[in-house]
């Protein structure tokens, strides 16, 4: 089946654009801070997949001095509005060596992999990251749980698309965004963990933790699965040591 990145065109940009942390969004960033603290040493950080520039401002926060690619223009268009001193490149897919071989401490990935298809295409785009990274350099990817698609959630429905509980590595799932005010499905590229696995040893890099952060009570939000279901898989990837 085609998939087209949902994210190039300049409405659905705008309307991410609005997004901070809302929600189960909160919980794909609230542990990111201890974790990056605990794995990365130094401050220069790829942010892959950028979009309108959430994660890179996020870093940004934290001292790192960061560059955001991404493939789509009208993402990076409102990341540089929000951000005017920012550093924010369009990239081709899985060329990314001007930037600078084994420079980076750490290459961050944030929902970027839920929207890229095929094996042969992530790995070479994985490959491509590795080489930017230093040998003692980390990479930070996070993306949906497998499980995302067939519950429900404070920023997510996915009722109406019965055929993601049928779904394999490298099918189309979809869900709506409740945090938005644009309704249209989002898709997705399915991939389970065990695949994630096989993919990073693929790309020469092997998996430091996995982290798979849970809801709590004392939090302002109206979880639903999210207290005993992980909507977000965080793992945490250093080069393998050949
Ligand atoms: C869901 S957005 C996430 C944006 C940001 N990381 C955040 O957390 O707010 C995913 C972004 O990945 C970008 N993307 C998709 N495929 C890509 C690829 N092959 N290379 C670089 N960026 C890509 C999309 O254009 C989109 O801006």
Same mark, same amino acid.
């Given at each position: 089946? $085609?998939?087209? @990145?949902?994210?190039?065109?300049?409405?659905?940009?705008?309307?991410?654009?609005?997004?901070?942390?809302?929600?189960?969004?909160?919980?794909?960033?609230?542990d990111l801070p201890e974790i990056i603290s605990k794995h990365v040493k130094?401050k220069?950080?790829?942010?892959?997949?950028?979009?309108?520039?959430?994660?890179?401002?996020?870093?940004?926060?934290f001292g790192f001095?960061?560059?955001?690619?991404?493939?789509?223009?009208?993402?990076?268009?409102?990341?540089?509005?929000?951000?005017?001193?920012?550093?924010?490149?369009?990239?081709?897919?899985?060329?990314?060596? =001007?930037?600078?071989?084994?420079?980076?401490?750490l290459?961050?990935?944030?929902?970027?992999?839920?929207?890229?298809?095929?094996? $042969?295409?992530?790995?070479?785009?994985?490959?491509?990251? =590795?080489?930017?990274?230093?040998?003692?350099?980390r990479?930070i990817?996070?993306?949906?749980?497998? $499980?995302?698609?067939? @519950?429900?959630?404070?920023?997510?429905?996915?009722?109406?698309?019965?055929?993601?509980? =049928?779904?394999?590595?490298?099918?189309?799932?979809?869900?709506?965004?409740?945090?938005?005010?644009?309704?249209?499905?989002?898709?997705?590229?399915?991939?389970?963990?065990?695949?994630? =696995?096989?993919?990073?040893?693929?790309?020469?890099?092997?998996? $430091?933790?996995?982290?798979?952060?849970?809801?709590?009570?004392?939090?302002?939000?109206?979880?639903?699965?999210?207290?005993?279901?992980?909507?977000?898989?965080?793992?945490?990837?250093?080069?393998?040591?050949?």
């Open positions: 089946m $085609e998939f087209t @990145n949902s994210w190039g065109n300049q409405f659905r940009a705008e309307s991410y654009s609005m997004l901070e942390f809302p929600n189960t969004y909160y919980l794909a960033y609230r130094g220069k950080a790829i942010d892959f997949g950028c979009g309108t520039g959430r994660s890179t401002r996020f870093l940004k926060q001095e960061v560059i955001g690619i991404d493939i789509a223009q009208d993402m990076l268009d409102i990341a540089k509005k929000l951000d005017i001193n920012g550093d924010y490149q369009l990239v081709i897919n899985g060329k990314y060596s =001007h930037l600078g071989v084994e420079q980076f401490d290459i961050q990935s944030i929902f970027t992999f839920d929207n890229i298809p095929g094996w $042969e295409n992530r790995t070479q785009i994985l490959v491509s990251l =590795h080489d930017l990274m230093k040998p003692t350099g990479m990817c996070l993306d949906s749980t497998p $499980e995302l698609y067939t @519950n429900e959630w404070a920023s997510f429905t996915t009722k109406d698309f019965p055929e993601n509980w =049928h779904a394999k590595t490298e099918d189309l799932v979809r869900d709506i965004m409740l945090d938005v005010e644009d309704r249209r499905p989002v898709e997705d590229i399915f991939w389970t963990e065990s695949d994630y =696995h096989k993919l990073f040893d693929l790309a020469g890099l092997e998996i $430091e933790e996995t982290y798979k952060p849970l809801g709590r009570d004392n939090e302002p939000y109206t979880w639903i699965s999210e207290k005993e279901i992980a909507p977000w898989i965080i793992f945490v990837i250093k080069k393998k040591n050949i």
